[in-house]
T-cell receptor, first 109, second 115 residues
Framework: GQNIDQPTEMTATEGAIVQINCTYQ??????LFWYQQHAGEAPTFLSY????GLEEKGRFSSFLSRSKGYSYLLLKELQMKDSASYLC??????????FGAGTQVVVTP | GAGVSQSPRYKVAKRGQDVALRCDPI?????LFWYQQALGQGPEFLTY????????KSGLPSDRFFAERPEGSVSTLKIQRTQQEDSAVYLC?????????????FGPGTRLLVL
C-alpha cells in the first residue's frame, strides 16, 4: 500500500519489547488492523482499532490516533515464535483493506 | 471447512500458459477477496465478491486476469498467457459480510512461479 508506511525490519532480543509504527493516509477511515504473517503462511488477525486509544490483548497491544494517522503495535515479552512479518492494514471508506509492506521482526536469543 | 483453503499450493507455469487458482472460503461467508503478494511486500487487492456478484475488480492488473464465483461459494482466479511478473503468492480471504467492518480470514495462498 503506497499510502501506508511501516519500517522494513526490526530486531530485538527474547524477553524484550518492540514497537512497530504505522502511518497512513487513505480515502476515509473505517478502522485499522494488525496481522501477523509467518513465512509461507497466511496472515492471521492480531488486533483491530477504530477509536483512538490503546487496545490490549495479552502480550500484544495496539494504539491508534486518527488525527495523526498513526498506529503502533506493541509486542511485549518477546518469544522466538514472534519472529514474523507484521502487517498494518487500513480499511477505507469503501470497506477496502489497504496493506502496508509489512515489518519483519527478528527475535534473537 | 474450518478455514479458507486454496489449491494448488504451488504452481509452476511456463510463460504464456494459462493457470487457474481455486479458493474455498469459510462456509457461509458472503464476502471473498483476492490479493497478490510479492516477496517482501504486503498483500495488494485484486478483486472482491459479495456472494456471486463481483463488486470491485479495480485491482486486477490487466485483462489477462479474470475471477469468478458463479454460485457464491468457491471462487477461481484465472490468469491467461502468464508472464514472469505474475510470479507471486495469490491469497484468498473471506468474511461474513461487509455491512460492518470485521477481519478477513486468509487462506494459505497459492505460490505461482512463471518461468
Amino acid at each position: 500500500g503506497q499510502n501506508i508506511d511501516q519500517p522494513t525490519e526490526m530486531t530485538a532480543t527474547e524477553g524484550a519489547i518492540v514497537q512497530i509504527n504505522c502511518t497512513y493516509q487513505t480515502s476515509g477511515f473505517n478502522g485499522l488492523f494488525w496481522y501477523q504473517q509467518h513465512a509461507g503462511e497466511a496472515p492471521t488477525f492480531l488486533s483491530y482499532n477504530v477509536l483512538d486509544g490503546l487496545e490490549e490483548k495479552g502480550r500484544f497491544s495496539s494504539f491508534l490516533s486518527r488525527s495523526k494517522g498513526y498506529s503502533y503495535l506493541l509486542l511485549k515479552e518477546l518469544q522466538m515464535k514472534d519472529s514474523a512479518s507484521y502487517l498494518c492494514a487500513v480499511v477505507d471508506s469503501w470497506g477496502k483493506f489497504q496493506f502496508g509492506a509489512g515489518t519483519q521482526v527478528v527475535v534473537t536469543p | 471447512g474450518a478455514g479458507v483453503s486454496q489449491s494448488p499450493r504451488y504452481k509452476v507455469a511456463k510463460r504464456g500458459q494459462d493457470v487457474a487458482l481455486r479458493c474455498d472460503p469459510i462456509s457461509g461467508h458472503v464476502s471473498l477477496f483476492w490479493y497478490q503478494q510479492a516477496l517482501g511486500q504486503g498483500p495488494e487487492f485484486l478483486t472482491y465478491f459479495q456472494n456471486e456478484a463481483q463488486l470491485d475488480k479495480s485491482g486486477l492488473p490487466s485483462d489477462r486476469f479474470f475471477a469468478e464465483r458463479p454460485e457464491g461459494s468457491v471462487s477461481t482466479l484465472k490468469i491467461q498467457r502468464t508472464q514472469q511478473e505474475d510470479s507471486a503468492v495469490y491469497l484468498c480471504a473471506s468474511n461474513r459480510d461487509t455491512t460492518s467492518v470485521e477481519t478477513q480470514y486468509f487462506g494459505p495462498g497459492t505460490r505461482l512461479l512463471v518461468l
